[in-house]
């Protein structure tokens, strides 16, 4: 299976440190020069071009872009049909809040943008420092998945595990709606209460 991975930030090289040399990754870049320097740090054969030519010939794709460019890309790109479209965007306004919320969410909109596709919201609640994190200590970080296709619901949560996390399941792709705000709140535990980025929400179960 090979996964493309849209946006090297902070977050898509974090998953990518995390899947290197266990998957086969092709990165979609903008700045190509970059992106092969980058590749050429981690372990196993990592190619690179732009985004159209990522998603082509890869299985999976990440969206690890800001919710607006994820949006256009899922608008623009054709090679997304058929394909399975990780979307890990919190859809953050210039106020700070979630642009959409409630009554819809990122992924949805992504969903509608890309009809052919199949969108699942994955790794939406995980900062981006957390993937530097040695893999003994996320093993039990969830990575909540959500999507309306089961076989690629599946899919992304075996990729969750392969990147040495949990995956929890929590239902069809609506329950981004619950997710995204999650994300938020970690937002700002993270930075507006002060615990900073080693922090990721879990479930106890008591008794």
Same mark, same amino acid.
């Given at each position: ?22 998957? +086969? ?22 190619? &690179? ?36 479209? &990780? +979307? ?31 969108? &699942? ?8 420092? &957390? ?40 239902? +069809? ?35």
């Amino acid at each position: 299976m090979s996964i493309a991975i849209l946006g090297l930030g902070n977050m898509g090289k974090g998953l990518a440190k995390r899947l290197a040399g266990k998957t +086969d990754i092709v990165f979609g870049a903008h700045d190509m020069a970059n992106a092969t320097t980058f590749a050429g740090l981690l372990p196993g054969h990592i190619k &690179v071009g732009d985004y159209r030519d990522a998603a082509k010939i890869s299985d999976v794709i990440v969206l690890a872009l800001p919710y607006a460019a994820a949006l256009e890309e899922a608008r623009n790109n054709r090679e997304f049909d058929g394909k399975i479209i &990780v +979307d890990m965007t919190n859809p953050i306004n210039a106020e700070g809040s979630l642009a959409v919320g409630h009554t819809t969410s990122a992924a949805e909109e992504i969903q509608k943008a890309a009809p052919r596709a199949k969108v &699942v919201k994955a790794f939406n609640t995980i900062f981006a420092g &957390v993937f530097d994190a040695p893999p003994s200590a996320t093993a039990g970080v969830p990575v909540f998945v959500a999507g309306d296709d089961e076989k690629a619901v599946e899919v992304v949560a075996a990729l969750a595990r392969t990147a040495g996390f949990a995956s929890e399941v929590v239902g +069809d792709l609506s329950q981004a709606r619950l997710l995204e705000p999650l994300g938020m709140l970690n937002i700002r535990l993270g930075y507006g209460v002060g615990k900073g980025t080693g922090i990721a929400p879990a479930w106890l179960t008591i008794g």
